[in-house]
């Protein structure tokens, strides 16, 4: 027999003969507060019970329940409904007793719409069965692997930030706290140890983080057991980490500790940790037979221990009502919840491709007028800087500049990551921001890429534009979830209502002279080219970046855009061009209203026997080949992509069009590359005279070897000639 109807016939009987578990009396609590999370915690396990049904008439996409998890009803119960929660996915309960705390709300009419994957599902308006409200200030959760929880310290963090940077779109009062759920397995993986050593690092130093985990230990993880007592062992004793626990069956105690954290929370402003013991019922989900892996009588035992079971016999004995009225209760929403589902079946579902898109790309918010700052201003900040914008300069000072003035424009602007601060970054981009704005508005934070991006994503949660950095482009793979699974899908999975705006600085590409091997010189971007809705940019030349930065600040700031902006280290401190001491790839810095706007091109030249395409470190090298080319009679026009994606097509079909020929340069390496969608761009265009030069599918070297794997300017040179035949 499904073990579902077994839990609800035992609950059936159990209740009408009185049979309830043993435990310990209830404490002084209002009756209609335990009322109030019961009828949460019946609707919880009924839209666990209809989900199965659902599914079952082809109707439902979704049964991973809560059921053995509805103590979390106390917890929403103990916090206030503008106290950000980011859920763990067996969390209905605590979204049910929240949608109690606030008029108006529909959980299970919500929920069930959820379930079917209708269109009017509130939160991902059908894209996905997601935990999520904004009236409650639940931003929906996907994760199943604790990924959520370094935005969830961004995110407290940025209460208190907010205490000291007024920012025009803050979402979270200064009083909140932040609550953050994950489960017992997941406690284990390396996004939640290391999300939870950075809320540690933070609060050892005496950092402002009002962040409440709550680890719900159920004792297994699918099929894996937790070794009983693993998380209390490995959780009650870490520096700035103050621990709570408690019986999470019983709702009483676990209100009780719940308020206990909270209070804690919100006085110190310090990080808690709530370890919760639950159970779990059911299985993992619809599709699991927990009798193929787990004994008998662990699972009778679990379900002999049902927490509504315990919850009746506490109403009981707290004169709150009957068992029979509680039967009533359940029974009642049971039947509340066949008759919804009924009809969010018959509601529409998306069926197009449009549709589907729709929420890919966040909604465009307004945000204050500002003229920039004043010239007094620009003065006292940049001092004799002032002078030096005048002459020529590399690209690593006029993006440092560019950043003084974005901060000095838009106050809600945030620096962050390893060495940004006192040190200037490696390669001293932000030399100098620290001293000028401050350590909260330029934050020196562990060597951590998880953290430092879930930071980034936290502070876009309550109305921040965060700015952090990566140091080096191969590093990016520690946290690439973070944009991946977190930060781009957002708005997705949410249908436009939440977002994350942020201008994520990576220093990467090839070329550096000898220096750091792979590690320092990853040319591969195929990591960011996949994820749906990310911009990425990545100038050649100081002034590019300094006016195409602008422009990533802009969509960031305006339209809520998740952007990436790729640095070329070899660029950084590049001074010549074609002979030694010319200057010519040094540039004077741009006024501070100049931009590029997203998907506009760069070209140089107007040659029509050739179109040299590439970007970064490529468009460098064709320059110094179309040069050369010119001296063998082959007139070439170099084309700077500068936005990688979403790549701009229309200009580069405009562009080349008048050209014979197009030679496209890409110094990634050739599997996975931009030069393959720029070969099917082309070639589907019609264009006939097309060929590619790219890196090879290989690391790249250390010392004299660094750039033998890369493409060069005598193999462009060499790789026109063929394309267009020689005309010297």
């Keep these: 027999m499904d073990r579902a109807l077994i839990v609800h016939e035992n609950f059936l009987r159990r209740v009408k003969a009185g049979d309830l578990p043993d435990g310990p009396a209830p404490s002084d609590v209002a009756p209609d507060v335990l009322m109030q999370i019961f009828r949460a915690q019946c609707l919880s396990r009924q839209l666990d019970r209809t989900s199965r049904d659902m599914q079952k008439a082809g109707q439902g996409f979704y049964t991973i329940g809560s059921s053995g998890h509805e103590g979390m009803a106390a917890v929403a119960t103990a916090l206030r409904p503008t106290d950000m929660a980011f859920l763990h996915y067996r969390d209905a309960a605590f979204q049910i007793a929240r949608a109690g705390q606030v008029p108006g709300e529909t959980p299970a009419w919500d929920i069930l719409l959820s379930f079917a994957a209708s269109a009017d599902d509130p939160i991902s308006g059908g ?3 997601v935990l999520g409200s904004v009236s409650l200030n639940i931003p929906p959760q996907t994760s199943t692997i604790a990924s959520h929880l370094p935005k969830a310290i961004g995110a407290a963090y940025a209460i208190g930030l907010a205490r000291r940077i007024e920012v025009e779109h803050v979402k979270m009062p200064s009083d909140a706290l932040v609550m953050c759920s994950f489960g017992d397995a997941s406690a284990n993986h390396s996004t939640a140890q290391g999300a939870i050593n950075a809320a540690c690092w933070a609060s050892y130093q005496s950092a402002t983080l009002p962040l409440l985990f709550v680890c719900e230990d159920n004792g297994i993880g699918i099929s894996t057991p937790t070794p009983k007592g693993w998380i209390a062992s490995s959780f009650a004793h870490r520096p700035g980490l103050k621990y709570f626990t408690c019986n999470g069956l019983d709702m009483v105690e676990t209100l009780r500790v719940s308020k206990q954290a909270a209070a804690y929370v919100r006085e110190h402003r310090k990080p808690a940790f709530l370890h919760i013991r639950t159970i779990r019922l059911y299985g993992h989900a619809g599709s699991d037979v927990e009798a193929t892996y787990r004994d008998k009588k662990a699972i009778e035992a679990d379900e002999a221990n049902d927490p509504l079971l315990q919850s009746v016999r506490l109403l009981r004995d707290a004169n709150a009502c009957t068992p029979a009225q509680a039967l009533d209760v359940y029974e009642d929403t049971g039947n509340i919840c066949a008759r919804i589902s009924g009809q969010v079946v ?11 898109k729709a929420s890919l790309i966040p909604p465009s918010r307004q945000c204050a007028a500002t003229n920039g700052p004043t010239t007094d201003k620009r003065e006292e900040v940049f001092g004799n800087d002032l002078r030096a914008m005048k002459g020529p300069q590399p690209m690593n000072r006029l993006i440092g500049w560019a950043l003084a003035d974005l901060m000095l424009a838009h106050k809600e602007v945030v620096l962050a ?7 200037g970054g490696v390669y001293g981009v932000t030399q100098k921001l620290q001293a000028r704005f401050g350590p909260d508005r330029v934050i020196d934070t562990l060597l951590d890429e998880q953290s430092i991006l879930g930071l980034a994503i936290g502070l876009g949660h309550n109305g921040f534009v965060p700015i952090p950095e990566i140091q080096f482009l191969a590093y990016l793979h520690n946290a690439e979830d973070q944009l991946r699974g977190e930060a781009a899908t957002l708005s997705f999975f949410s249908d436009g209502q939440f977002t994350n705006p942020m201008v994520l600085r990576i220093a990467g590409l090839g070329y550096q002279k000898g220096f750091g091997g792979h590690f320092h010189n990853d040319n591969s971007l195929a990591v960011l080219r996949d994820i749906p809705g990310l911009i990425i940019a990545c100038p050649s030349r100081g002034d590019d970046a300094a006016c195409m930065l602008r422009e990533c600040v802009r969509l960031a700031r305006g339209e809520q855009r998740v952007v990436v902006f790729v640095e ?3 660029l950084y401190p590049m001074r010549d061009l074609h002979a030694d001491g010319d200057k010519a790839w040094m540039c004077t810095y741009p006024e501070p209203d100049r931009r590029i706007g997203l998907g506009e091109v760069g070209v140089e030249g107007n040659g029509t026997d050739i179109a040299i395409v590439s970007y970064g470190n490529g468009r460098y090298l064709s320059e ?48 996975g590359s931009q030069s393959e969608a720029l070969m099917a761009l082309f070639t589907e265009a019609g264009r006939r005279k097309i060929a590619r030069l790219t890196g090879d599918d290989c690391f790249i070297a250390t010392g004299p070897a660094y750039a033998a794997t890369l493409p060069s300017t005598n193999g462009i040179v060499e790789a026109a000639v063929d394309l267009c035949g020689s005309k010297s």
């Design 346 to 356: 018959k509601r529409r579902r998306l069926s197009t491709r449009a549709e589907v």
């Design 568 to 570: 070329p280290i070899a």
């Design 624 to 671: 110094q080949a179309a040069y050369i080319l010119k001296g063998k009679g082959i007139d070439a026009r170099v084309i700077d992509m500068r936005w990688i994606a979403p790549m701009p097509e229309a200009a580069l079909l405009e562009k080349t069009k008048d050209c014979k020929a197009v030679l496209i340069v890409d110094e990634c390496r050739k599997t």
């Design 127 to 129: 894209r996905h069965k």
């Design 417 to 423: 990551g390893e060495d940004v601060g006192r040190k």
